[in-house]
């Protein structure tokens, strides 16, 4: 049963351009994308790079070391997949994220 975890107040949060969060031992990152927000897994399935410092573009972002690229809503990756990342959903609640961890 999932449940929603709040990430913190929006001006805190550092999008640079995707914001990292940490919920338990797992690092997601968030993302604006046209006034809404999205969450994925922050780590990149091909390198371990941060994908919160990647390019984000048409509701994608491109990963900064060899630009795999994976979309913000589902996650899923432009190679395969095999390499797609997790989504989750996100909702502002007062100013602050918060995220829909399983
Ligand atoms: S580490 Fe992300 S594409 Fe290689």
């Given at each position: 049963?999932?449940?929603?975890?709040?990430?913190?107040?929006?001006?805190d949060?550092?999008?640079t351009?995707?914001?990292?969060?940490?919920?338990?031992?797992?690092?997601?990152?968030?993302?604006?994308?046209?006034?809404?927000?999205?969450?994925?897994?922050?780590?990149?399935?091909h390198?371990?790079?941060?994908?919160?410092?990647?390019?984000?573009?048409?509701?994608?972002?491109?990963c900064?070391?060899?630009?795999?690229?994976?979309?913000?809503?589902?996650?899923?990756?432009?190679?395969?997949?095999?390499?797609?990342?997790?989504?989750?959903?996100?909702?502002?609640?007062?100013?602050?994220?918060?995220?829909?961890?399983?």
């Open positions: 049963m999932s449940r929603w975890v709040d990430c913190g107040p929006i001006a949060l550092k999008f351009p995707g914001a990292p969060v940490k919920i338990g031992d797992h690092w997601i990152a968030l993302f604006r994308v046209d006034g809404n927000y999205r969450a994925i897994d922050n780590r990149c399935p390198a371990s790079a941060p994908l919160c410092d990647g390019t984000v573009f048409e509701g994608k972002v491109a900064y070391l060899h630009c795999w690229e994976f979309d913000l809503t589902t996650g899923a990756c432009d190679v395969g997949p095999q390499w797609n990342v997790k989504a989750y959903a996100v909702r502002e609640v007062d100013g602050r994220l918060e995220v829909e961890w399983p």
